[in-house]
């Protein structure tokens, strides 16, 4: 499986992460990717960046030798209507927007609410991908969320960290499983991403990988084989 893309970094601006910008893109450029991304947690998440910090990415550079490089944000869902925590002012200059349910910032609800949640934030035409959408303690309708991510153009994320022996997230395989299969029958695309927090994770989708190939899904609806069609999913125009 041709695997050249990871869109969901972190970097010390995250505050619970552990390498510079220039170390995660370097490691990244060493195994080979051709397109990455660096997404610190927007700011509802305890210890990152003021928003002040994502209306700057102007200044930085899109190439580093071969690779792109895009600059996003990892959204924090906020409630079950979808919120999230940035405006559409800072959202619109973003190469990509990731959302995600997480624990310091959101309380998780029942299966009807927190799916809810998710197909919420996918109504907001800057985000372009959910995270990890595999945690057992956020139950949700993974028929509803495969058919919204269709309706409404958004990639699902296979998430390297979740399904690693060290992920505090729960039934993450279970829940790939039965979200994979619903993504086969309605043909709705997902993406590989390390979820790095450190330069030695950077492309690692091992974990990912091996998920994808135990449950035989076709390699046509990966994006990090279709590299072609990533960039109809993304903010970021390479125009």
């Given at each position: ?5 990871d869109?969901?970094?972190?970097t ?10 220039n ?17 610190e947690?927007?700011?509802a ?6 928003q ?25 869902i ?5 919120n999230i ?5 800072i959202l ?8 995600s ?11 009807k ?49 979740s ?36 330069d030695?994770?950077a492309g ?10 135990e449950?035989g899904?076709?390699e ?5 084989s279709?590299?072609?069609?990533l960039f ?8």
């Amino acid at each position: 499986m041709t695997d050249k893309i990871d869109l969901h970094t972190h970097t010390i601006a995250s505050g619970h992460a552990y390498s510079t910008r220039n170390e995660m893109i370097l490691a990244a450029a060493q195994k080979g990717m051709e397109v990455f991304a660096i997404t610190e947690h927007a700011p509802a998440m305890p210890g990152t960046c003021h928003q002040m910090y994502f209306m700057n990415y102007r200044v930085l550079p899109r190439v580093y030798g071969n690779m792109t490089v895009l600059y996003g944000v990892e959204l924090n869902i906020l409630d079950y209507e979808g919120n999230i925590d940035l405006p559409e002012s800072i959202l619109k200059e973003m190469d990509l927007a990731l959302a995600s349910l997480h624990p310091p910032c959101y309380g998780s609800g029942s299966r009807k609410e927190n799916t809810s949640a998710y197909i919420g934030a996918m109504k907001n035409p800057y985000v372009n991908i959910i995270a990890h959408p595999d945690d057992g303690r956020f139950p949700v309708d993974y028929e509803k969320l495969v058919q919204a991510a269709k309706e409404y153009h958004i990639l699902l994320e296979i998430n390297n960290s979740s399904l690693s022996p060290t992920s505090y997230r729960e039934n993450a395989r279970e829940n790939y499983r039965e979200m994979l299969k619903l993504c086969e029958r309605y043909q709705v695309p997902v993406v590989m991403d390390s979820d790095a927090h450190v330069d030695s994770s950077a492309g690692e989708h091992r974990f990912s990988r091996r998920m994808l190939e135990e449950a035989g899904f076709p390699e046509e609806l990966v994006i990090n084989s279709q590299s072609e069609k990533l960039f109809e999913y993304l903010n970021y125009s390479q125009k």
